[in-house]
Structure formats: C-alpha cells, structure tokens
C-alpha cells in the first residue's frame, strides 16, 4: 500500500466519497495485481477462519498444553452474573475465545499479531451478529483493519518484542475501533478518531508474558482490548474527536516503544512474568 499515513487515507475517502475500505481494496488489487474477486474471497476466507476460531474457542474441555488457559470464554458465556448488555457479552466471550485457540496453538487469523488475534473478529463480528450486517460489509471492514495496521507497521511496529504490547493489543483494539467504526457507517474523520482514541489509552502497556508463553496475560487482555475498542468507537460516533491525531498517537507508540526497557519487551524479564506466580509458573514449565 503507498499510503503512509492514516490523515491521507481520510482525506482521499473524505475527497472521493468513499470508504477507506474502497481505498485498501484498490490498492490490494494493485500491489497483488489480481482482481477484486480474488482480493475479497481471500478476506472472506479470513472471515471464515475467524468465524471458526470462534466456534472453537466455545467448545467445551480445551485447555493450552501448559495448561494455564482455557475455558474460560465458555464460562463467561454461560454465566448468569454478567452485568452491562448482550453485545458487550459477546465482544469479550468472542476475543477470549479466538486468543484460546491461539494459545492451543489452533487456527486463527493473525491481525495484527497472533497474541492480539482476538480482538478485531470478536468486535466486528459481535456488532455483525447485533445488527444483523451482511458477511460483505464485514469484509469490507476487515480491509479498513488490515490498512489501519499496515499503516503502523510502516510509521512503528507491530511486534511486542520492539513496542511492548501497546504495538499488539493496543494496535489490535485500534483497527478494530477503526473497522467497527466504519461498518456502522461512520465517517472517514471517524474511523481515525475511533482509532487514534483506543491507541491513546492503550499507550506504555508492557509485554511480560508468563513463562515466555502467548497465554498470560494474553488471552484475557484480548478480552479487555476488545471491550477497550467498543468505548472508542461508541465515543467516535458520538461525535468526540482525538485531540491528537491518529498518525501522531502512531509515532508515540513508537517512542514509549523506544523508551521502555528491553525486559518488558516479551524477554519476560520483568512484569507480570518475574512475580513471585510467574516465576513458580515458568519453574514448573521449565522443561514444558
Ligand atoms: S503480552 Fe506480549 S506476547 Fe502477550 S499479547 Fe501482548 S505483546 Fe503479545
């Protein structure tokens, strides 16, 4: 894609009147050099492992090899304590859900990464399921999620062991603030503000995972990432704007990023990884 910044691909939506969805799909089709058919069934193919992730991930008995996660997407599903409405339900259940699979090493679709797989299906597919939207629209909104993150992988990074999980689930919870956004119709402006808002708050968050393993606290966090993205874009589409724009919040990712110890950057070094749990976790996993 030759977009380097998120403000261009607004301002080219907002000029042509059309969605930035409209945009990546043209320049998929350019840089592929093949045809919008192939270009949107091999999204849809991506929806469909997402869908599937899902439906594993609410199966009943799995549990990682290690034996730390698992299950609990299930729990939260069949529990009768659960307080706010349906949709905030289903946005959690489904990112816990998909970021299990991933911990049993299952199929999932990795976006922005395969520790933050969880959030862009659950928040999309959650708002597809409430408001009844067509697989199409959802496709076309995964498009705006994969060019929002491509644009951060261009401007800074999308791997926890150079920005720490800010680059992961915080970038995992802003394109699918971004996505949403523009499947229950947003504007352009919107897209970038959704986006630039869950960014925002999800800035300095460390990468400390238990004895090494993509399981805690990464299956949970997907679930508060994906609860993160929903206030985002309720705000946005309320009308609250970012006070910093979104390529801005980008390259201050990239700074905390820079500025944070090399030990809270999937070294497990530090965090939630060196407590006096973590550490008797990764001894009784040593030979794991
Ligand atoms: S804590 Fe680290 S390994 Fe886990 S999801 Fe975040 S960036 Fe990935």
Redesign the pocket.
Known sequence: MHYKKIENLIDKAVQDNIKISQIIIEEEIEERETSRAAVIEKMNQNLNVMKQSIEEGLKEGHTSASGLTGGEALTMQNSNNFLGDNLYKNVVVKALAVSEVNACMGKIVAGP?A??SGIVPAVLLSLAEKYDIPDERVISALFTAGGLGEIVSKKATLA?AEG??QA??GVGSAMAAGAAVELMEGTPKQVGDAFALALKNLLGLV???VAGL?EV??VK?NGFAASHALTAVNMALSGISSVIPPDEVIEAMMEVGDLMSVSLK?TSEAGLATTETGRKIAEELKDF
Do not use: N, Y
Request: net charge negative; glycine share 18%; aromatic share 0%.
């Open positions: 990464t520790g933050a926890g720490g999980c992961e689930c990468c400390d995972p993509v606290p990464c966090r999937e």
